[in-house]
């Protein structure tokens, strides 16, 4: 049984401009124990359906116009407040991409890790402290006993980011969710980061999303791939279906403009034009103002996501043709 279950989530953002569709009539789920990557550009939803979920998006402008999402039985979009913060705090760990607007600069970290174990699991401070520690042991934070009684400032930017990840973990809950986690460090440390974050996740046989724009992150990480463009899940896939052959030409393309994601032989080619403008979508499909193989069809009707193998869906019209 899925440990999230998304179905027809729309997130308009309602500003004096006009109404922007962040999110458009996504569905999907999470099932436990796996490690789901969530890619696209910036300003394509993957990060807006997220924070939907959790109730962390200012409203107004906000606005959650449909959809369920079905966490342990209830339905996150209905949840109040104090339940959400409850989920936030014990069943759902949360990790962004900038840990400093994350952390609490006049709180030590060990009081910051221990933190959700007193205010939500209700253990005594000593308890909890030893919690804290062992989770920032886990996270490989070097010399965590001295450091734990520091403040963030006196941390670096990676060893800050495996404080936000003890801090999510240290409830044990059964999904993180983490945005970018590491687009902010350098490549070593990002390589270390993940290789933690995948261990604790099958020693912990908890589920991850993994937000990203890093296909390249996602091929080393994930199972499987959900690619958002405009609002919507325009591929969907089992990582190996995705890269062995990607169905929507948004898909090869962001490929072909990444180096080391490319099919063998494809030249590094920058992907030309924008995304769509949310509070002005194009009739069609979202993609066709960028598409080389873009035909009137596809200006006229928004192909649906449609299932060419159990494992592996895609909205374009083209899927499957041999394009
Ligand atoms: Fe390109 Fe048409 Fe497919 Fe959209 S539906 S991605 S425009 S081929």
């Known amino acids: 049984m899925a440990l999230l279950m998304v179905d027809n989530l729309r997130t308009w953002f309602h500003t004096r401009d006009g109404v922007a569709r962040a999110v458009d009539g996504v569905s999907f789920q999470v099932d436990p124990g796996e490690a789901l990557g969530v890619v696209g550009e910036s300003g394509c939803g993957k ?30 979009l209905q949840a109040s407040p104090a339940e959400l913060r409850r989920v936030r705090g014990r069943r759902i760990g949360m990790v962004f991409q900038d840990p400093m607007t994350a952390l609490n600069p006049y709180m ?8 959700p174990l007193i205010v939500h699991g209700g253990l005594g401070r ?3 402290r030893a919690q804290a520690l062992e989770a920032l042991e886990a996270v490989g934070l070097n010399d965590a006993a001295r450091r734990m009684d520091l403040h963030p400032h006196a941390f670096s930017g990676g060893m800050r980011q495996r404080v936000m990840i003890a ?7 059964p999904l993180l969710i983490a945005d970018e986690p590491t687009t902010a460090l350098d490549v070593t440390i990002q390589a270390q980061i993940l290789d933690q974050l995948r261990e604790l996740q099958a020693q912990a046989g908890m589920a991850i999303v993994l937000i990203t724009h890093d296909l390249g992150v996602v091929a080393s990480f994930c199972r499987r791939v959900l690619v958002m463009y ?11 279906d995705l890269f062995a052959a990607p ?5 090869r393309a962001l490929m072909a403009s990444l180096p080391g994601t490319r099919p063998a032989g494809a030249r590094l080619t920058p992907i030309t034009g ?11 499909c979202a993609f066709a103002p960028r598409c080389p ?15 060419h193998t159990p494992t592996h869906a895609a909205a374009c019209h083209l899927a499957g043709e041999g394009t």
């Open 47 to 76: 990060s807006v359906t997220f924070l939907s979920l959790l109730g962390l998006l200012p409203s107004p402008p906000a606005r959650v116009e449909s959809g369920t999402a079905l966490f342990e039985g209830n339905d996150l």
């Open 108 to 115: 030590t970290v060990g009081a910051q890790v221990a933190e």
């Open 126 to 128: 000593a308890d909890a």
């Open 167 to 173: 801090m999510a973990l240290v409830t044990r809950p």
């Open 230 to 240: 405009a609002g919507r899940i325009v591929e969907s896939a089992a990582v190996e």
């Open 247 to 251: 169905l929507h030409p948004y898909t």
């Open 274 to 284: 924008r995304p769509p403008d949310p509070r002005r979508l194009p009739p069609g």
């Open 293 to 307: 193989l873009a035909t009137p069809q596809c200006h006229q009707t928004a192909p649906e996501l449609k299932e």
